[in-house]
C-alpha cells in the first residue's frame, strides 16, 4: 500500500519505520546528529520550514508538512482497507 505524506509525496507503507514530531529533532542531540548525516548524504526530502513531522523510511528522511496524527490516520486506513476481504470473484 502507498500512504501520500503531503507535498506531492507518496510512498510505500512498508518502508516506513517510524514517523515522529518536527519539534523532537531539535530537543535531542542524537536526532539533530542523525538529521544532520541524513542531510549529507542527500537522504532528506520536503519542505523544512513548512514542516510538521518527519516520516523515516528505510532508504529516504521526508519532512512532511501533515502532523503525526494525521499521517496515522492515513497508515491506520491503508491497515484496515489491506485487512478486507476480497470477493469481486464471487461477484458476477
Known sequence: MFIHIGNDTVIQSKDVISIIDRNVISSSSIMEEMMTNAEKNNMVKGPI???KS????NDQIYYSSLSVPTLKKRTSMMSMISKLDDY???IE
Do not use: G, M, Q, R
Open 88 to 90: 469481486s470473484d464471487e
Open 49 to 51: 520550514d513548512d514542516s
Open 54 to 57: 518527519v516520516v523515516i523510511t
